[in-house]
C-alpha cells in the first residue's frame, strides 16, 4: 500500500526530502545485499510506498511540495534531479513568492484558503495514483507560518476530502531558543486545531536530536541535513516494510493504519514519541556489534526513564509496583517514571526471531485502564536497515512528550497574558477567544497525560 | 525572489539614499563578478534594455546586466541634492521617471512638508510609487529615508508614509528616520521631529531611528583609531563600513562619512533577502518576530565591527568580540545603552564566515548579562547570510526592542516643550492652513503615551514575575 507524503514549508521539505532519501537507499541496498526473494520482496514493496513508477521507467516521489516561497522547493527538486534515483513528479509543487514570515494566522487564515484548491488538487492527483492508498502523511514545523499555520490548513481540507482514510502528521518541534521568536504560540495554535484533526502526531523535538547528533553520532558543527538525517532515520525505520505480526507476506499491509490502530487508540491521546537505537557514526559502526539482548534493554530503559538518547540514561528509574490510585500517581512522579498507554517496538536486521521483547509486556508499564496485551506490539524484519546489521525503534505514545508540551504552553501562556505579539495574528483574524480555546484544549492534554 | 523600494525623501534622505545605491551596487559587483543579472540584484535593482527608442524601459529578466536601475522614488522639495545625484557618478541608475520635486524646500518647517506639499504632490507621488511597484513580481518593503529635523523629510515623509499605508496595504513599511543632535542647526527640529513621531507610531511597522550625534562619534572614532596606524590595526582600504573608496562616487562630502554608517545598517539588514544564507530571515520576519506592540516598533540597531579591524584571519576570540561589542554603548546608532535597560526581544542578523554554532555559543554566553522581559525570556531571532560586507570577513548587524530608545524621546520631548512653552516659531506653523495648536497638543501627547508605554515595561524589570497562574481543567 502506498503513503502519500504532503511536505509543507521549510523544515517540511527538507525532512521530508531526507526521508525519501532514506527510504530508497535503505531499499536499493536491500537488493543488492539479499539477493533472493526476500530482498525482491522488501525491495519492491518499499518503493511502491513512497514511488511509482513513471513511464519512462523514472521514480517518481509519491510527494507534494508546498512552501510560500521558491527557494527551499526549487533547491529541493534540483537536488532530488541530481540523485540519479528518484525525482520529485513533475508539477507536483506549488509555491508562491512570499513566506507566511512566521504567522501562523497569515498561513491558516490567509494562504491556507487562497491556495486551497491547487494544493488539494495536486494531492487528489497524486491519490488517485495510489493503487491502495494507505495514508496521508504531512509533514511541517510547528514553528513557522507556512508549514504550521497553512499545514493545519490543509490537513482540516484534506480530513474533509478523504474522511476514511489516515493522517499521520510528522511534527518538528523547535529548539527552546534562537529561531522564532512567536514559536511558542505558532506550536499551541497547531497542535490545538491537529489535535482535532489528526488521527495521530509523531514528534521530533530539534533539541533532542541535536543532541543525538553532537554525542552520538560526533558532528562538529551541526547542520539541519545532519539532524534531518536522524529523523529520517528514525521515521524510516517505521516506515519501512515489516512483518506486522503472523508472516512475512505481511509486507503489503497498511503501515500507516497498523501504526495507528497500534499506537492511537484514544481521541485524548494523540502524541507519539520516537527513540531508536543504536545511533552511530559510520566510522564507529564498522567496530561495533550489538546483541538483541543488549539493545533491547537499553531501549527499555531509555522508555520507562524518558530517555530519548542511549547515552546518559538514569538506570535508577524502575518499574513501580502495580498500585491503585492517587497513590501510584504520586509514586511515579517521584521516580520520574514514564507511564505509557502504548508502544509500538520496530525490529530489523539479524536475528531477529532471537529478539526478546517480553520485558515491554510488564503491566507496571501502561496506564491501568488497558491490559499490556493491547498496549504492545511488535513488528520486525530480518532486513538490516539503513546500513545497520541491527536496529531496535520504539514508537511510544507515553508521557514522554509531556514535559516539552508543558513548557511550550506555559511560554505561550505567560506571553499571552501580557498580550504580548497578539495584534500580528488579530490581524489576519485569529482572535483573544481563538488563543485561549487553542490553551484550554491542550491544557486538556496535559491533564490527560498527567493522569495516565 | 521579492523586491523592496527604497523611497528617500529630502535632503538627508537623498543624500543617505545616494550612499546605500552607491554601496549596494558596489557589493553586488563584489560578489557577482560574472556580470549576470541575478536574483540578489533583483532586489533592489531592475535590468533594463535602453536601446529601445519607445523611451519605456522594458525589464530584462535574466541574462546579462545590461543597464541597472534602482528600485528608488527620489522626493525633495528643492532640486538642489537630487540634481547633484543626477549629475552625478550615480546618474545612470536614476531617471526622471522616478523623482519628485519643486524648488523652494519647505524652510525646516513640518506643516510646509506635510500640508502643502503632502496634498499638492500626492499624486505624482503615487504615480511614481506605483510605476516602480509595477516592475517588482513580488513587492515585500518599502523602505522610507527621512531626517526628523527639516521640513520635507519629516513633514512629507510622514505624509508619503500614509500613501504607503493607504496604496499598498499589503506592503511592510520600514522606515530609517536620523535623529537631529541637541546641538542641530535647526531650531525648528524639536518640532518637526515630533509631529512627524507620531506618524511614524501609527503608520510604521518598523522604525529604524539612528543619531546624527552617535554618528559622528562613532565616525570620529573610527577617524581616531585608523590615523594611530598601529602595525595589524590598520583598517582596509576597501571596507565599507567606513569609507566611500572604491565606490562611485569620487571625492567625499562632509555627511558621507556619517552616512555610510547608515547606509550599511540598510545594507546588513537586507542582506538576507538578498543573498542566500543557511538560516534566513525574511523581511516579514522582522516585524513578526520584534514588535510585541503595534506602537512600539523602534528598533535599536548597533554595527560591529566598527573599530575592531579587518583582519583576515579571525581567532575565534576576535569572532565573540564582535558579538560583545553589538551590546556596547559606543556600537549604538543612537545614544542608548541596552545592556542597562529592557530588552522585549533582539534579533542577531550575522554576515560572512560564522557558523549557527557561533551565535549558540554567544547567545549563551551573554544572555546572563541582558536583562529580558519577563515573558520573553527566549526573545531571539537569528540569521546568516553566508556573503560578508566588503573588505571584511564577518558583520554583525544587533536590532534590539529595547527601552533604551526612551531617553531619547524624553531628550525630544524637553526640547519640544521648551520651545513651546515660549509659543517660539509657532506661528510659522499655525499660518498653514489646516495646521491647528491641536496637531501640536496631539503629537505631544502621543509622544508621551508611547514613553509611558516603555516606562510601564521598565518598571517591570526589578519585579520578580512569577509565571502567570495556568488555565485549570476540571477533571
Ligand atoms: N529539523 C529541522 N527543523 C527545521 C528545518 N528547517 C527549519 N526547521 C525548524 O522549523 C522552524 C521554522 O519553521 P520553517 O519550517 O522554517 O517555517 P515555514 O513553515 O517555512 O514558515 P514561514 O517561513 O514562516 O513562512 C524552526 O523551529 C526551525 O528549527 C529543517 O530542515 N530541519
Ligand atoms: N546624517 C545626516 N543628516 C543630515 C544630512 N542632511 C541633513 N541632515 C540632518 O537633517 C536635518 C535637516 O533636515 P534636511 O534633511 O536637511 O531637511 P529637508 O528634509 O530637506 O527639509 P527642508 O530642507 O526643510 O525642505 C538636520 O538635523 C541635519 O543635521 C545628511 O546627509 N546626513
Ligand atoms: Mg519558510
Ligand atoms: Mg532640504
Redesign the pocket.
Known amino acids: 500500500m502506498s503513503v502519500v507524503t504532503l511536505n509543507l514549508g521549510q523544515c517540511g521539505n527538507q525532512v521530508g526530502q531526507e526521508l525519501l532519501n532514506v527510504v530508497s537507499n535503505d531499499a536499493f541496498n536491500a537488493q543488492k545485499n539479499c539477493p533472493g526473494v526476500q530482498g525482491k520482496t522488501y525491495y519492491a514493496c518499499a518503493l511502491d510506498r513512497f514511488f511509482r513508477e513513471e513511464q519512462t521507467g523514472e521514480l517518481a516521489a509519491r510527494a507534494v511540495l508546498i512552501d510560500m516561497e521558491p527557494k527551499v522547493i526549487n533547491h529541493a527538486i534540483a537536488t532530488a534531479a541530481k540523485s540519479d534515483m528518484w525525482k520529485y513528479g513533475d508539477g507536483s509543487y506549488f509555491c508562491e513568492k512570499q513566506g507566511s514570515g512566521n504567522n501562523w494566522a497569515k498561513g491558516f487564515c490567509v494562504h491556507g484558503p487562497q491556495h486551497e484548491e491547487a494544493v488539494v488538487e495536486l494531492v487528489r492527483r497524486e491519490v488517485e495514483r495510489c493503487d491502495r492508498l494507505a495514508g496521508i502523511l504531512t509533514m511541517m514545523s510547528v514553528a513557522g507560518g507556512t508549514g504550521s499555520g497553512m499545514g493545519t490548513y490543509i490537513t482540516q481540507c484534506l480530513r474533509d476530502m478523504y474522511p476514511h482514510s489516515f493522517i499521520l502528521n510528522h511534527l518538528t518541534w523547535p529548539y527552546s531558543t534562537g529561531e522564532v521568536i512567536v514559536q511558542n504560540y505558532n506550536s499551541v495554535l497547531t497542535l490545538s486545531h491537529l489535535y482535532q484533526l489528526s488521527d495521530g502526531m509523531l514528534v521530533h523535538e530539534n533539541d533532542t536530536v541535536h543532541k543525538i547528533c553532537a554525542q552520538l553520532m560526533n558532528i562538529k558543527h551541526i547542520s539541519f541535513s545532519d539532524i534531518n538525517k536522524i529523523i529520517a532515520h528514525q521515521l524510516g525505520s517505521v516506515l519501512q516494510p515489516a512483518d506486522v505480526g503472523g508472516t512475512q507476506s505481511d509486507y503489503s499491509r497498511n503501515p500507516v493504519g497498523d501504526l495507528m490502530s497500534s499506537l492511537a487508540c484514544h481521541a485524548e491521546y494523540k502524541l507519539l514519541s520516537m527513540s531508536a537505537i543504536p545511533h552511530m557514526s559510520s566510522s564507529s559502526l564498522a567496530y561495533s556489534s550489538f546483541t538483541w539482548p543488549g539493545l533491547l534493554k537499553h531501549l527499555r530503559q531509555m522508555l520507562i526513564a524518558n530517555a530519548r538518547m542511549e547515552e546518559g540514561i538514569d538506570w535508577q528509574v524502575c518499574v513501580p509496583p502495580v498500585r491503585q490510585g492517587a497513590e501510584r500517581t504520586r509514586e511515579i512522579k517521584q521516580l520520574q517514571f514514564n507511564t505509557s498507554l502504548a508502544n509500538l517496538l520496530i525490529l530489523r536486521g539479524k536475528d531477529v526471531s532471537c529478539a526478546d521483547s517480553g520485558a515491554f509486556l510488564h503491566p507496571g508499564l501502561y496506564s491501568s485502564w488497558l491490559p499490556p496485551e493491547a498496549a504492545f506490539r511488535t513488528w520486525s524484519s530480518l532486513m538490516p536497515f539503513n546500513g545497520y546489521e541491527k536496529s531496535a525503534t520504539l514508537i511510544s505514545n507515553s508521557q514522554s512528550l509531556l514535559q516539552p508540551l508543558n513548557k511550550m504552553v506555559g511560554k505561550a501562556w505567560n506571553m499571552f497574558a501580557s498580550r504580548a505579539y497578539i495584534h500580528q495574528y488579530t490581524r489576519f483574524g485569529i482572535s483573544e477567544e481563538d488563543f485561549l480555546d487553542s490553551f484550554t484544549a491542550l491544557e486538556q492534554v496535559i491533564s490527560s497525560y498527567t493522569c495516565l | 525572489m521579492t523586491q523592496s523600494i527604497i523611497v528617500q ?8 539614499g545616494c ?1 546605500f545605491w552607491d554601496l549596494a551596487l558596489r557589493e553586488h559587483a563584489h560578489v557577482n563578478k560574472k556580470g549576470i543579472y541575478d536574483e540578489a540584484l533583483s532586489n533592489f535593482f531592475r535590468n533594463v534594455d535602453t536601446r529601445r527608442s519607445d523611451g519605456e524601459n522594458s525589464d530584462i529578466t535574466g541574462g546579462k546586466i545590461r543597464s541597472l536601475k534602482a528600485r528608488a522614488v527620489l522626493i ?3 532640486e538642489g ?1 537630487v540634481n547633484e545625484i543626477l549629475q552625478g557618478p550615480l546618474r545612470d541608475v536614476f531617471d526622471n521617471t522616478q523623482l519628485v520635486t519643486d524648488v ?6 513640518w506643516a ?2 506635510h500640508r502643502i506639499y503632502g496634498p499638492a504632490c500626492q499624486e505624482q507621488v503615487v504615480e511614481k510609487v506605483r510605476r516602480a511597484a509595477e516592475h517588482c513580481d513580488s513587492l515585500q518593503c518599502f523602505f522610507l529615508i ?12 510622514s505624509y508619503v508614509l500614509r500613501l504607503l499605508e493607504d496604496e499598498f496595504p499589503e506592503v511592510y513599511r520600514i522606515v530609517t528616520s ?4 541637541a546641538e ?3 531650531i525648528t ?1 524639536p518640532y ?1 521631529s515630533v509631529l512627524a513621531m507620531r506618524e511614524l507610531s501609527e503608520r510604521a511597522d518598523c522604525v529604524l531611528p ?1 543619531d ?1 550625534q552617535s ?1 559622528v562619534e562613532i565616525v570620529n572614532k573610527i577617524r581616531y583609531m585608523s590615523h594611530q596606524g598601529k602595525p595589524g590595526h590598520v583598517i582596509k582600504k576597501d571596507s565599507t563600513v567606513i569609507s566611500g573608496q572604491g565606490g562611485a562616487c569620487g571625492a567625499e ?4 562619512a ?2 555610510n554608517i ?1 547606509a550599511n545598517l540598510l545594507l546588513n539588514l537586507t542582506s538576507s533577502a538578498r543573498f542566500d544564507g543557511s538560516l534566513n530571515m525574511d523581511l516579514n520576519e522582522i516585524a513578526m518576530n520584534l514588535v510585541p506592540f503595534p506602537r512600539l516598533h523602534y528598533l535599536v540597531s548597533s554595527l560591529t565591527p566598527l573599530y575592531t579591524l579587518a583582519d583576515v584571519s579571525v581567532p575565534p576570540r576576535r569572532l565573540d568580540q564582535m558579538f560583545t561589542d553589538a551590546f556596547s554603548r559606543d556600537h549604538q546608532l543612537i545614544r542608548a545603552d541596552p545592556k542597562h535597560s529592557l530588552y522585549l526581544a533582539c534579533a542577531l542578523v550575522v554576515r560572512g564566515n560564522v557558523q549557527v554554532s557561533d551565535l549558540r555559543r554567544n547567545i549563551e554566553r551573554l544572555k546572563p548579562s541582558l536583562p529580558f522581559v519577563s515573558w520573553n525570556q527566549e526573545g531571539w531571532k537569528t540569521s546568516l547570510c553566508s556573503v560578508p560586507p566588503v573588505g571584511h570577513t564577518h558583520s554583525l548587524l544587533a536590532l534590539a526592542n529595547n527601552t533604551c530608545v526612551k531617553p531619547t524621546f524624553l531628550e525630544l520631548k524637553d526640547r519640544f516643550m521648551k520651545l513651546y512653552r515660549k509659543k517660539a516659531h509657532l506661528h510659522h506653523y499655525l499660518h498653514v492652513e489646516g495646521m491647528e495648536q491641536g496637531c501640536f497638543t496631539e503629537a505631544i501627547s502621543s509622544l508621551s503615551s508611547l514613553i509611558e508605554e516603555y516606562s510601564q515595561l521598565d518598571a517591570t524589570k526589578r519585579m520578580l514575575t512569577p509565571d502567570v497562574p495556568r488555565l485549570t481543567i476540571a477533571t
Open positions: 525623501v529630502g535632503q538627508c534622505g537623498n543624500q543617505v550612499r525633495d522639495m528643492e541634492v523652494s524646500g519647505s524652510g525646516n518647517n510646509v512638508g527621512h531626517s526628523m529635523g527639516g521640513g520635507t523629510g519629516s513633514g512629507l515623509g536620523v535623529y537631529p543632535s542641530d542647526d535647526v527640529s518637526n539612528v546624527n554618528l562630502k562632509p555627511f558621507d556619517m552616512n547608515v
